[in-house]
């Protein structure tokens, strides 16, 4: 593994830029049309993937999933969730502390690439500059309302465009590297 941690996000977006409606609710992307049963390359991306940092809004929608979906360690942010249910003790680590504290743990233990997931923990890697790369899928509809992907900043963060994917049903696939000078 390469000694240079990167962070990750991959998330989908209405094109009016909302990932939830202002409930939470993710109902319009579950329910989008998909007539080939694609994943969009979700299951690739998981294969680089050594760790997923989400938070605990996240981590209560995927607890709401049939089956639990990573087969890689789960860090949730919280600062109020104490415990897991047992059954996922081995597969979902609490965390109460500072994000570049996380990351230097991560490091340690030799994790490279790391999936960051939810809207405000999205946010928080962004107003440290933790983001190495942004993958987002923009689901064509337009919510007019919810939680956006990106709130205020107070700075400015360039990124390259690597590549864009175009889907049958009209989905499409963007990466982005952080441009470091």
Request: hydrophobic content about 40%; overall charge negative; glycine content about 6%.
């Amino acid at each position: 593994m390469s000694e240079q941690m990167s962070n990750i996000v991959y998330i989908a977006t209405s094109l009016d830029g909302f990932i939830a409606r202002r409930d939470g609710s993710i109902d319009w992307l579950m329910n989008y049309p998909n007539p080939e049963n694609s994943d969009f390359g979700f299951s690739v991306f998981l294969e680089i993937i050594d760790a997923i940092v989400m938070g605990r809004k996240t981590f209560e929608v995927v607890l709401g999933f049939d089956t639990w979906p990573y087969s890689k360690p789960v860090f949730v942010l919280t600062q109020t969730l104490k415990t897991v249910h047992a059954s996922l003790a081995s597969k979902v680590t609490l965390f109460h502390g500072d994000l570049r504290e996380l990351l230097q743990q991560l490091k340690a233990k030799t994790i490279s690439n790391v999936y960051v997931d939810g809207g405000q923990t999205i946010h928080s890697f962004l107003k440290q500059d933790l983001i190495d790369e942004l993958i987002i899928s923009r689901i064509p509809i337009i919510l007019g309302s919810g939680i956006p992907l990106f709130e205020s900043m107070d700075a400015e963060y360039r990124f390259n465009h690597v590549s864009t994917d175009v889907f049958s049903n009209g989905i499409t696939k963007t990466r982005y590297l952080r441009a470091r000078d």
